[in-house]
């Protein structure tokens, strides 16, 4: 079993749509669960992060984590063209290692 | 002020061939990494270094080798290049080494063909 999976995607929705992002992992020692969004032909940057399990928002982005069920999720609300991206959600625990599944393709159609 | 900076951007080379990426970091962070994208786009760690220390090295082939002159510097130097070394290399770098959920700020990008 990879140590996290995503929700394979490519993802296209309307602007204004509510966006569902899903990872799930398998080591229960991850404690530290990050969402980066890679633009097209860029490095990725840290879009958010949460510790341990529980709901962190952060303007139209709402992240959840639920330990016991190894699942993380990426809310967008009011989502825009602009966030048309691949996001990525590398758990982490116990050393700076982070381990990245393939990303969801994100794409806003205006 | 470009954070973290790779050169160069692009790299087109033969088969066989030698070639170096430059990264630079100009954020004072003690640590630094290399990552690789391959075609499905899946980012995998290759090295990490912490200051100029070897700390994590993945399971991958040693014609690959970095070096670290200083913290702020980490080149990757590959030799005999192979088509499947074809990938976009990513450097980045993080504040403090060991201290899980600091974010990682990666650099632009070398996209390798080989041919």
């Known amino acids: 079993q990879k140590e996290v999976e995503q929700d394979p995607g490519p993802l296209s929705v309307p602007e204004g749509a509510i966006v569902s992002l899903n990872c799930t992992y398998s080591n229960s020692a991850f404690q530290y669960f990050m969402w980066y969004r890679q633009y097209s032909r860029k490095g990725p940057e840290l879009l958010m992060y949460t510790y341990s399990s529980g709901n962190k928002e952060d303007g139209r982005f709402t992240a959840q984590v639920d330990k016991s069920s190894k699942y993380i999720s990426l809310f967008i609300r009011d989502s825009q063209p602009s966030d048309s991206a691949t996001y990525l959600c590398?758990?982490?625990?116990?050393?700076?290692?982070?381990?990245f599944g393939k990303g969801t393709k994100l794409t806003v159609n205006p | 002020d470009t954070a973290v900076s790779q050169t160069p951007k692009y790299l087109v080379t033969q088969m066989g061939n030698d070639k170096s990426i430059k990264c630079e970091q100009n954020l004072g962070h003690d640590t630094m990494y290399w990552y690789k994208q391959d075609s499905k786009k899946f980012l995998k760690i290759m090295f990490s270094y912490n200051n100029k220390e070897l700390i994590i090295n993945e399971t991958v082939p040693n014609r690959f080798s970095p070096k670290s002159p200083d913290k702020a510097h980490l080149n990757l130097h590959i030799n005999s290049l192979e088509l499947g070394d074809s990938a976009v290399y990513f450097c980045?770098?993080?504040?403090?080494?060991?201290?899980?959920?600091?974010?990682?700020?990666f650099g632009p990008g070398t996209r390798l063909t080989v041919t």
């Open positions: 590398p758990p982490q625990g116990g050393s700076e290692k982070l381990v």
């Open positions: 980045a770098s993080s504040q403090r080494p060991f201290r899980s959920g600091d974010e990682q700020y």
